[in-house]
C-alpha cells in the first residue's frame, strides 16, 4: 500500500472527510492536488501539507457547475506535474432547499443537486479518463452513500429539530437518493467501458460521519448501525488507502461499502 510520490487528486477537499483524506494521504507521502470551490482554503490546506509533511500538495480552484473549470483544473495539474495517478471524487452539493420535503422540493434544487452531485462528477472522471488513457494507466475513486445502495430510513429523524426549516419536518431529500445512487452505477459504467485500458474505477460507500449532529438523531442513528455508533472521520482512511494504492490492482467496477453494519439488515 505504498503510494509515496503518486500524484492523488481530491475534488471536495474541505469537507469532514475531504480534509481528512487530504492529511491522511499526505501523511502517506503522497501529493494531493487539494480541489473546491473555496480556493483559499485549499490554499490553507496546501501548505500545511507541505510545511507538515514535506510533500508537494497543489491547491486548485473547481466548481462542478462549471465545466471549464473542472477543464482547467486538470489542466494545470498536469501543467505542474506531468501525470496524474489517482482521482478521488469526493464532492457533494447542498444548494438552496436542499432539505426541504418532497411535496414542496423544487425542479430547480432538484436538478442543481443532480448536476452538482452526478454531472460535476461524470465530467471530472472524463478529464481525469484523457490523462490516463495517454498515460497508460490510472485510477478512479467515486464517493457515494449509503442512500445510494438503500432506502433512506427516514424514521431516523423522527424528533429530530430541523434547522434548516424549522416548519417542515426534517427527512433525507430526493435529490440526495438520486444522484448517490447515480455515482454507483456511473463507476459500474466506466469500469465496463475503459475495460483493458489500464484504467480502474471504483466505489466507496460510507455511512454516517460524526459532525456535532443533533443528540436524537445520533441515538437514532447509532440504534440503527450493528456496531452501535456512527462513525469516526478517520475510518474510512483504510479503505481510501486500499483504493488508491496497488493494493487494490484486480479490482474495477466495485463498491466498497463502510457502514457499521448499516445496509447488513
Not at 24 to 45: H, M, P, Q, R, T
Not at 189 to 212: F, H, M, Q, W
Request: glycine share 8%.
Amino acid at each position: 500500500m505504498d503510494i509515496k510520490n503518486k500524484n492523488i487528486a481530491i475534488v471536495g477537499s474541505t469537507g469532514i472527510l475531504g480534509t481528512e483524506y487530504v492529511n491522511f494521504l499526505s501523511s502517506k507521502g503522497a501529493n494531493v492536488i487539494i480541489g473546491d470551490i473555496d480556493f483559499k482554503k485549499c490554499e490553507v490546506y496546501a501548505n500545511e501539507m507541505k510545511a507538515k509533511f514535506k510533500t508537494n500538495p497543489l491547491a486548485l480552484y473547481i466548481d462542478l457547475y462549471d465545466e471549464k473549470s473542472i477543464e482547467f483544473y486538470f489542466k494545470d495539474l498536469i501543467s505542474y506535474y506531468g501525470k496524474l495517478d489517482v482521482l478521488i471524487n469526493n464532492s457533494q452539493v447542498k444548494p438552496e432547499g436542499f432539505y426541504n420535503s418532497f411535496e414542496d422540493y423544487s425542479k430547480e434544487t432538484l436538478m442543481k443537486v443532480i448536476e452538482g452531485n452526478t454531472v460535476g462528477m461524470a465530467l471530472s472522471c472524463r478529464e481525469a479518463s484523457k490523462i490516463f488513457l495517454k498515460q497508460g494507466y490510472g485510477n478512479i475513486i467515486n464517493v457515494s452513500s449509503i442512500y445510494g445502495i438503500t432506502g433512506a430510513d427516514q424514521r431516523i429523524y423522527d424528533g429530530v429539530k430541523n434547522i434548516y426549516n424549522p416548519d417542515e419536518k426534517l427527512s433525507s431529500p430526493i435529490s440526495y437518493a438520486i444522484s448517490k445512487a447515480g455515482i454507483l452505477n456511473m463507476t459500474k459504467y466506466l469500469a465496463s467501458y475503459y475495460r483493458e485500458k489500464g484504467i480502474r474505477i471504483n466505489c466507496l460507500t460510507p455511512g454516517g460521519v460524526l459532525d456535532n449532529h443533533d443528540k436524537v438523531f445520533i441515538e437514532n442513528y447509532s440504534y440503527r448501525t450493528l456496531l452501535g455508533r456512527m462513525a469516526n472521520r478517520d475510518e474510512f482512511n483504510g479503505s481510501i488507502l486500499f483504493l488508491v494504492s496497488d493494493a487494490s490492482s484486480y479490482m474495477t467496477g466495485a463498491n466498497i461499502v463502510v457502514d457499521g453494519g448499516w445496509s447488513a439488515i
